[in-house]
């Protein structure tokens, strides 16, 4: 079984989507591992997001990663990391398919409600930079 890391950013948690994100999540046949809220420090979101370090938006991005709590998650399915992308949509919520999170929920690209690990090897990653092994039973 595959695993990945979801991410409810500071969005989701400031509109009060948290629980409609979580029964996304769960109607996809998607098993919640683990799951906690969190605010990250400035210094944690530029760990988390180290590989943008450099990129234009890659203050905006910490600076919105750090306004309030957000909802960590770990994420168990078959073929997880792809099916994860898929029911978050496109980054740009312009271009994501109906019925993803991100068309239905998302303002724009920049406030795009959810995060999603692109890879098995940066699932395994982030889920161990939210989550120690003893927390994931």
């Known amino acids: ?51 943008h370090n450099g990129k234009p938006f890659f203050a905006e991005l910490v600076n919105f990663m750090t306004e309030t709590p957000c909802v960590v998650a770990v994420l168990e399915k078959n073929n997880c990391v792809e099916a994860w992308r898929k029911t978050m949509g496109a980054t740009n919520p312009q271009n994501a398919e109906p019925g993803t999170i991100r068309r239905d929920l998302a303002e724009n690209m920049g406030r795009n409600i959810v995060h999603g690990s692109d890879s098995t090897e940066n699932a395994e990653r982030e889920i161990d930079f939210f989550f120690s092994r003893s927390e994931l039973l």
């Open 1 to 51: 079984m595959e695993r990945t890391l979801a991410i409810l950013k500071p969005d989701c948690v400031q509109r009060n989507l948290i629980g409609k994100v979580i029964d996304r999540i769960e109607s996809a046949g998607f098993k919640i591992v683990r799951m906690k809220m969190v605010h990250l420090t400035r210094a944690m979101a530029e760990g988390f997001y180290e590989v």
